[in-house]
């Protein structure tokens, strides 16, 4: 991060805002642009609303600059008063916010400069947004991954994910694709809105930025999407060359690790019989219905089992037939109730650490 004149800062890496040193960091655009995507922890004070930034840009366009920049000025003015007396009355006399829209121009500018006139030390960020999100895009699209992945691998019902959580008790780094995304990577994983891709990028991006490149990072094998959130280039293009771990759990302990984990689903019977259906074009009818009998019945153990062997294993077969790892270490998980899991955690960390000092494929001694 470095000062600039004029009181703006510019954002040299996205670590800069691990300890950038303000009480606040704040965003002025408008709420659609902070849905979108905003820095983490910005607080959301638009001084012009959706409807008002609209308004303003086609007086811009279709009438004169002068004419939006005035109606601009009165609009942004009585935002920001609106702002100072319901959000920052609280705030006293040292407080010291950072301020940026979408190029760190107008809106900010006339923001900071209302602010400076109380007397709070206000800087603004050289290039607003954009220039974050610039650093975003080079993190994940144009930089090599920094760090040495290890993919965790294994069908459906693995427990995976749960496994993954408990690996940083082991000293390990890891990336939670399906937390991030707010999805369980399935038809039947939606787990509530999902963020929008550039927000789930700069999620994942300030994550990456976090991590130690000298030592591995265990991701949960996935497909190029989680959900609808995309896996960007370069962290995909190191899960499909990494080394993976696959556990291998028979076929009911798994089915009943499911029955447990998706409770939300079951427990919904409208949507799950709704996701049923919309396996019709990849099943036959008769199957269908006798996936809908068991979850009328309750049956959802065994509704699991015959997903994954009709569905769902064969699946996640061919999907790994794509792939090019350096090495698969299969590690067997003969069970995977809660008290077996944290013993199968300390198995497959030890099998990392053993990956960690293995040379990958092409090194040399």
Request: hydrophobic share 40%; net charge negative.
């Amino acid at each position: 991060m470095r000062y600039l004149a004029g009181m703006a800062i510019k954002l040299t890496s996205l670590s800069d805002l691990f300890d950038h040193g303000f009480d606040d960091i704040i965003d002025v655009r408008a709420p659609a642009e902070y849905a979108d995507d905003h820095v983490p922890g910005a607080l959301s004070m638009p001084v012009l609303d959706d409807e008002e930034r609209a308004r303003v840009g086609t007086i811009y366009k279709q009438i004169s600059p002068f004419d939006a920049r005035k109606i601009g000025g009165a609009l942004v003015a009585r935002n920001a008063a609106r702002h100072i007396e319901e959000k920052l009355q609280d705030r006293d006399g040292g407080w010291q916010p950072l301020v940026y829209c979408w190029r760190g121009g107008q809106r900010s500018g006339s923001f900071a400069t209302i602010l400076r006139q109380i007397g709070w030390r206000v800087e603004t960020i050289e290039g607003g947004y954009k220039a974050f999100r610039g650093l975003v895009v080079q993190a994940l699209y144009d930089d090599p991954f920094p760090a040495p992945v290890v993919l965790l691998d294994g069908n459906t019902g693995s427990a995976k994910t749960e496994l993954l959580n408990m690996l940083p008790d082991h000293g390990l780094q890891v990336l939670d694709l399906e937390g991030l995304a707010n999805h369980r990577g399935s038809l039947f994983g939606a787990m509530g809105p999902q963020p929008q891709q550039r927000g789930f990028e700069t999620a994942l991006a300030m994550q990456v930025a976090r991590l130690d490149p000298t030592r591995p990072v265990v991701v949960e094998a996935e497909s190029s999407k989680v959900g609808e959130c995309r896996l960007p280039p370069s962290l995909w293009t190191a899960m499909k060359a990494a080394p993976r771990i696959v556990l291998e759990a028979p076929l009911d302990e798994r089915a009943g690790y499911l029955a447990r984990a998706y409770a939300d689903v079951t427990e919904d019977k409208a949507r799950l019989h709704q996701i049923l259906d919309t396996l019709r074009p990849y099943v036959a009818a008769e199957q269908i219905e006798a996936w809908h009998a068991e979850a009328r019945a309750g049956a959802f153990a065994a509704l699991a089992r015959s997903l994954m062997e009709l569905r769902y294993d064969s699946s996640y077969a061919r999907h790994r037939a794509r792939m090019d790892p350096t090495t698969v270490t299969p590690l067997t998980a003969p069970r995977l109730d809660p008290q077996a899991l944290p013993e199968l955690a300390a198995r497959i960390a030890a099998q990392v650490a053993d990956l960690a000092v293995t040379p990958a494929r092409g090194d040399t001694e």
